[in-house]
C-alpha cells in the first residue's frame, strides 16, 4: 500500500475516532474529566498543534507554488497564440466555477446559524459591517503593495502581498536574460519540492489532529448537535451541487460549443483519467494518464497536450477554486459574517490565485484555504473549528472536485488543438494559393480527427 493511500486510510480512521469519541463526550457516557485531567482539552491540544503546523507551511508552501506554477510556461515570448488560448481558457473557467461557487453559499447559506465561537464573533461582525466599498478597495490595494519581506515576514496576515510578490518574481525571472536564469529557477523548484515534502510531513500529524479538532467540535455543540449536523450536511450539499454543475453542466456546454466532439465519444476517451483523478485526488499524479487518454483516444495533437495538459495540472483548479469560496463564505456565514459584494469579488479573485497554488496535491486546496479567509479580514482563529470541521468531510469532496480539474484539463487540451489545428489548416491554405495549387487537395489535415 502506498504512503499516500495509508495516510487517506489512517485520515479516515481518525475521522472516526473523532467523531466515535466526540459523541461520547458530548452525551457524557464519558466523562470530559478524569483524575483532574481534562480530556476533551488534552485532545483538543493535538488539534491546535496540527493547525499551527499547516499554518506554518503556508507561505512558503503558497510562494513557491505559485512561483514554480508561473515559471513552468517557460519563455513568455515564445507562448503565441497556443499560449494565449491556453491561459484564457483555464483562467476563465476557473472564474466561472468561482462565481458558480459564490451564487450557490448566497442561495444556499450553508452556514448561516452555525456558530461555534461566541467572543470574538461581534468584533468581527462589526469590521465586516464599518467597512465601506472604498475602504475595503483602499484596504486591499495596500495589501498588495507591502513590502515583500515584510509581508513574508507577517506570513498569513499578508498572503496577498505574498502572493504578488511571487507572481511578479516569478515574471521577472521569465523576461530576463542570464546565463543563471534556468539555474535560479531549478534551485526554486527544488526548494518548491522540499517544501512538498514538509507538507507532506505535516499531513502525517493529520489523523491525530483532525480527531482532536472533532472532539473539541463536537463537545462544544453538545446542546446544539442537530445544528451542526444540518449545517455540515448543507456545506457538503452546496460543495457537491456546486461541482456536479461545473463539471456535468458547465464545461460540456463549453466542449459542445467550442469544438466538434460528440460528448459521448469524447467522455468515453478521458474516462480512464477521471477513474485515475477519483482514486488519487491529484492531478498531477493524473497527468500520465491524462496525457495519454488525450493523446491516444482523443487523438489531439501530441505537441498541444505536452504544452496544454502540464500547465492545467499546475494550475487549472476549477473545482478546488470553487470550493475554496465555498468554504470562505460557509466560514463567513457561520461567524455571523454578512460578506459584501466588494468582499465577495475579492473572495473570486484570490480563490483563483489560491488554487494555482494547490499545487496538485491532495487536500492543498484546504490548506491555502486560509489564502482565501485571510483576504477578507477573517480572523484565522476563529476559523479554525470550522476548517477542522470542513476537513472531516472533505476526502470525497476532494476526489469530486479534482475529477472536475483533470475534465477541465482535458476540454482545454481539445478546445486548443481545435482552434490550432484550424489556424495550420488556414496558413497551409494561403500558402498553397500563392503557390496556384489546389488549397481543396493539398492542405495539412487539423490537427484533430473526430474521436471515434
Same mark, same amino acid.
Given at each position: 500500500?502506498s504512503?499516500?493511500?495509508?495516510l ?9 475516532l473523532?467523531?466515535?469519541l466526540g459523541l ?9 474529566e478524569i483524575?483532574? *485531567?481534562?480530556l476533551?482539552?488534552?485532545?483538543r491540544f ?7 503546523l499547516?499554518?506554518m507551511i503556508?507561505?512558503?508552501?503558497v510562494?513557491f507554488s505559485?512561483f514554480c506554477g ?5 519563455d513568455i515570448t ?13 483562467i476563465?473557467?476557473t ?6 461557487g ?7 447559506k450553508p452556514?448561516?446559524?452555525l456558530s461555534?465561537t461566541s467572543a ?8 465586516a459591517?464599518d467597512?465601506?466599498i472604498l475602504s475595503?478597495l483602499?484596504?486591499?490595494?495596500e ?7 515584510e509581508a513574508?515576514?507577517?506570513g ?6 505574498i502572493i ?5 518574481l ?6 530576463i536574460?542570464?546565463r543563471?536564469k534556468?539555474?535560479f529557477?531549478?534551485?526554486m ?10 507538507t507532506?510531513l505535516?499531513?502525517?500529524v493529520a489523523? *491525530?489532529?483532525?480527531?482532536g479538532?472533532l472532539?473539541g467540535v463536537l463537545?462544544d455543540?453538545?446542546?446544539r ?6 449545517g455540515?450536511?448543507?456545506f ?7 461541482l456536479?454543475?461545473h463539471?456535468?453542466v458547465?464545461?460540456p456546454?463549453?466542449?459542445k460549443?467550442f ?15 477521471l477513474?485515475?483523478a477519483?482514486g488519487t485526488d ?8 491524462t496525457m495519454?487518454?488525450t493523446k491516444d483516444?482523443?487523438k489531439?495533437?501530441p505537441?498541444t497536450v ?8 499546475t ?7 470553487l470550493?475554496?469560496? *465555498?468554504?470562505a463564505?460557509f466560514?463567513?456565514q457561520?461567524?455571523g459574517m454578512?460578506?459584501s459584494m466588494t468582499q465577495q469579488i475579492?473572495v473570486c479573485?484570490?480563490a483563483?490565485?489560491a488554487?494555482?497554488?494547490?499545487a496538485?496535491?491532495?487536500?492543498a486546496?484546504l ?11 477573517i480572523?484565522?482563529e ?5 476548517i477542522?470541521?470542513?476537513w472531516?468531510v472533505?476526502?470525497f469532496i476532494?476526489m469530486?472536485r ?5 475534465e477541465?484539463d ?5 478546445i ?5 489545428g484550424q489556424d495550420?489548416?488556414?496558413n497551409q491554405?494561403?500558402?498553397d494559393?500563392n503557390l496556384g495549387?489546389?488549397?481543396k487537395?493539398?492542405?495539412?489535415p487539423?490537427?484533430r480527427?473526430?474521436a471515434s
Open positions: 500500500m504512503m499516500l493511500k495509508k487517506n486510510t489512517f485520515i479516515f480512521l481518525g475521522i472516526i473523532g467523531l466515535g461520547l463526550f458530548a452525551f457524557e457516557v464519558i466523562p470530559a483524575f483532574s *485531567v481534562n476533551v482539552e488534552f485532545f493535538f488539534g491546535r498543534i496540527f493547525m499551527l499547516l499554518k503556508v507561505v512558503p508552501l510562494f505559485i508561473v515559471t513552468s510556461i517557460g515564445h507562448f503565441g497564440r497556443i499560449g494565449k488560448r491556453t491561459f484564457t481558457y483555464y476563465s473557467t472564474f466561472i466555477a468561482v462565481i458558480l459564490l451564487i450557490l453559499v448566497n442561495l444556499i452556514g448561516l446559524g461555534l470574538a464573533i461581534p468584533s468581527a461582525v462589526e469590521n459591517k467597512m465601506t475595503m483602499t484596504k486591499q490595494i495589501a498588495f503593495f507591502i513590502n515583500p519581506f513574508l515576514a507577517k498569513t496576515s499578508s498572503m496577498i502581498a504578488f510578490a511571487s507572481i511578479f516569478a515574471y521577472g525571472v521569465l523576461k536574460k542570464h543563471a534556468n539555474q529557477i531549478d534551485l523548484n527544488v526548494v518548491n519540492a522540499a517544501v512538498m515534502q514538509i507532506s505535516v499531513l502525517m489523523p *491525530v489532529g483532525i480527531m479538532i472532539i463537545y455543540r453538545r446542546d448537535l442537530d445544528d451542526l449536523v444540518q455540515l450536511s448543507l457538503v450539499l452546496t460543495a457537491m451541487l456546486g456536479a454543475i463539471g456535468g458547465v464545461l456546454a463549453i466542449l460549443i469544438t466538434k466532439f460528440k460528448l459521448g465519444s469524447f467522455y468515453k476517451g478521458i474516462f480512464p483519467a477513474q485515475m477519483f491529484s492531478s498531477s499524479a493524473t497527468m500520465p494518464v495519454q487518454c483516444n482523443l489531439l495533437n505537441k505536452d504544452f496544454v495538459i502540464p500547465i492545467g495540472a494550475i487549472n483548479m476549477d473545482g478546488t477554486a470550493y475554496e469560496a *465555498v468554504c463564505l466560514i463567513a457561520a461567524l454578512d460578506l475579492i479573485f484570490t483563483v490565485i488554487s494555482i497554488g494547490a496538485g496535491i491532495p487536500s486546496g490548506v491555502t484555504l486560509v489564502i482565501v479567509i485571510n483576504a477578507v479580514g480572523n484565522y476563529l476559523a479554525l473549528p470550522y477542522g470541521m470542513i472531516a472533505d476526502r476532494d469530486c479534482t475529477v472536475v480539474n483533470v477541465g482535458c476540454i482545454g487540451a481539445a486548443v488543438a481545435e482552434y490550432e495550420e489548416a488556414q491554405k494561403g500558402k494559393i495549387q489546389d488549397p487537395n493539398d492542405y495539412a487539423m490537427q480527427r473526430e
